[in-house]
Every structure is written in structure tokens, then in C-alpha cells.
């Protein structure tokens, strides 16, 4: 039997089977908190079915949600359509097997603590990991597995889409790299600014953390939009879209999960 990870983020919800060997398929769909359980199960039975996967193929779930009116509808979903209470990140019993040093451990989010536990676990620490979605985080994992921190900051998307809606005349624009810094029209002077800048951002902050840290790490990015950068970061050693599937699979795992 196969397990059922669900990933929600302010954008999107994820969605991924595990088989107990390998991730068999991913498939993401945009949040929505209206969506009901009845509604969410027509589509996912179709894109499993695309697959080669049916409701019956899965036995277990496990839920993290940084948008918790998400949460009835897709804890609903699993109770229906795959017969299983849904394990559920941040809910009392869980266990996440790593220790949370920040001065509020209830205001860490339940995406940051599973991308620590997936980086850990896959690549080791210390390390830096950079999260690109609707927020950009970085999240620092200790020696020995433990959360420690990090930045928040507004996702690259967020930023173009202020920009176009607070600036009369500055269009919408395609993330890519525009082929030079100079920008000799509007959308190229844009194009530039969010990817140059993206990448000069990342780059400081992770040598100021570095510094800071005082010792050698490893980075790790992951997020709807890592891949638009891959290749351009010396400073980056993993691209690794699967990491919040892998820390919720290990969270699964050290609380008894089995298939």
C-alpha cells in the first residue's frame, strides 16, 4: 500500500504518493480553502488514474498546512476516499524528531520544520535551506538536526505582482533570465531586476548567515520557483524539489507510519 503526502502552501497543495520505495507521481493544484472534499476527490482520482493509481492503491496520509481553513476539507478527503485518519504536522502527539531553538517554537511553521527534517536527513548539517514560494525563507539546520531559525522574506512572484499592480505602467513579466543586466526596455529592466536580483539577494544573505554561523554549510533550495535559478547559484549545492515530501515521509516514519 502506498502513502498520500500532502503538502499545502499559501499557492498551492501538493500532492504526492509514495509507494514505499520511490514517489510513484507529484501533482499540485492551487489553494483553496472553499474547495470541499468531494470536490478535491474527482480530480485527484483522475491524475491518479493518469498515473496508473487508484484511491484503493493508498493506505495512508500525512498533512502539513501553513493555511489551516485548508485543513477540514483535506483531512475529510483522506478520512472518505482513502479510509485513513491523516497524520497532521503540528497537531498534539505528533512526533517531528527535531528540537526547535527559537525563542517562540509554536511560531515555527509547519513547512519550515518539514523541510528541516527532509534537508537533514537527505544532505545532513548544518545547512542553509531556501524555500521559494509565495514567501521566501531561509531556514537553518544545526549539526544535529535541529531547527535553528532563519529569514522571511517577500517570494519573487509576491514582489512582481506589487509591482504590477501598485506601478500604473509596469507590465507583467515572465521570470527569465534576460540575457544581460542592462535592461534596454521596460520588460527587460524588469526581467533583470527580479532575476539578477533574486540571485544577488540569495547570494548576500547566505554569505551573511555563513558569517554569522561561524561554521561551513551546505545549501539546499527547493520551492515552486527554485528551478527557474538552477545553474545560476555558486553558492547553491542541491536543487531538490522533493524535500518537503522527503521530510514528511521521515515524519511519517518516527511516528510509526507503515505500508
Aim: overall charge negative.
Amino acid at each position: 500500500m502506498m502513502l498520500l503526502a500532502i503538502d499545502v502552501g499559501n499557492t498551492n497543495t501538493k500532492f504526492a504518493v509514495w509507494d514505499g520505495s520511490a514517489w510513484r507521481a507529484q501533482w499540485r493544484a492551487s489553494t483553496d480553502t472553499t474547495r470541499t472534499a468531494d470536490e478535491y476527490a474527482p480530480w485527484l482520482n483522475q491524475v491518479m488514474a493518469l498515473g496508473g493509481l487508484s484511491f484503493t492503491d493508498v493506505s495512508a496520509c500525512i498533512i502539513s498546512t501553513v493555511v489551516p481553513q485548508a485543513l477540514f476539507n483535506l483531512r475529510n478527503l483522506s478520512r472518505r476516499y482513502i479510509g485513513a485518519e491523516p497524520m497532521v504536522i503540528g497537531e498534539d502527539g505528533l512526533k517531528l524528531g527535531i528540537e526547535v531553538r527559537i525563542d517562540k517554537p509554536n511560531e515555527a511553521g509547519a513547512d519550515r520544520l518539514v523541510n528541516a527534517v527532509g534537508a537533514f536527513v537527505a544532505y545532513g548539517g548544518p545547512a542553509i535551506v531556501i524555500d521559494s514560494g509565495t514567501a521566501t525563507t531561509f531556514d537553518i539546520v544545526s549539526h544535529d538536526g535541529a531547527f535553528e531559525g532563519g529569514i522571511i522574506l517577500p517570494g519573487i512572484n509576491l514582489s512582481l505582482q506589487a509591482l504590477h499592480e501598485h506601478a500604473a505602467r509596469l507590465p507583467r513579466v515572465e521570470i527569465r533570465d534576460p540575457g544581460r543586466v542592462i535592461g534596454k526596455d521596460t520588460v527587460t529592466a524588469m526581467q533583470s531586476g527580479i532575476y539578477w536580483g533574486s540571485i544577488e539577494m540569495i547570494e548576500g544573505l547566505c554569505r551573511r548567515i555563513r558569517q554569522e554561523y561561524g561554521k561551513p554549510m551546505q545549501t539546499i533550495a527547493t520551492g515552486g520557483v527554485a528551478s527557474l535559478f538552477e545553474g545560476a547559484f555558486p553558492t547553491i549545492d542541491h536543487f531538490d524539489q522533493d524535500l518537503t515530501s522527503r521530510g514528511l515521509l521521515e515524519i511519517f516514519r518516527r511516528n510509526g507510519g507503515a505500508l
